[in-house]
């Protein structure tokens, strides 16, 4: 499995930006993705993820995020609009299989087995 993230950079608070993760040995149809960030000084958590049709979303980004994918592309995206300083991280794509009794909306809370490298995201003024 391998995933590679693009699209971060600076923005102006308000501002938005729109993250790609490229995926390879997976498919959407058996993997579940999501998105995951860490800012300076605190611990990883779970932005979005995707998994059996359906897409959950951390609580405080759930009105100005929207995670879609591309199956064709073999690539899905993380849309941020109305950046704020407080969504300074770097952010990583994930994928995972999930067992059949897994409930996809774990995944934002406990995190996946394959990770890309990461792309960082500066909410500036």
């Known amino acids: 499995v391998q995933l590679v993230e693009s699209g971060g950079g600076l923005v102006h608070p308000g501002g938005s930006l729109t993250l790609s993760c490229t995926a390879s040995g997976i498919t959407f149809d058996e993997y579940a993705v999501g998105w995951f960030r860490q800012a300076p000084g605190k611990e990883r958590e779970g932005v979005a993820c995707?998994?059996?049709?359906?897409?959950y979303y951390r609580k405080s980004v759930a009105d100005r995020f929207t995670m879609s994918v591309d199956k064709a592309k073999n690539t899905f995206y993380l849309r941020m609009t109305n950046l704020q300083p407080e969504d300074t991280a770097v952010y990583y794509c994930a994928a995972d299989k999930p067992s059949p009794s897994m409930y996809i909306s774990n995944y934002v809370e406990y995190g996946m087995d394959h990770w890309g490298k990461g792309t960082p995201v500066t909410v500036s003024a």
């Open positions: 995707f998994g059996r049709g359906d897409t």
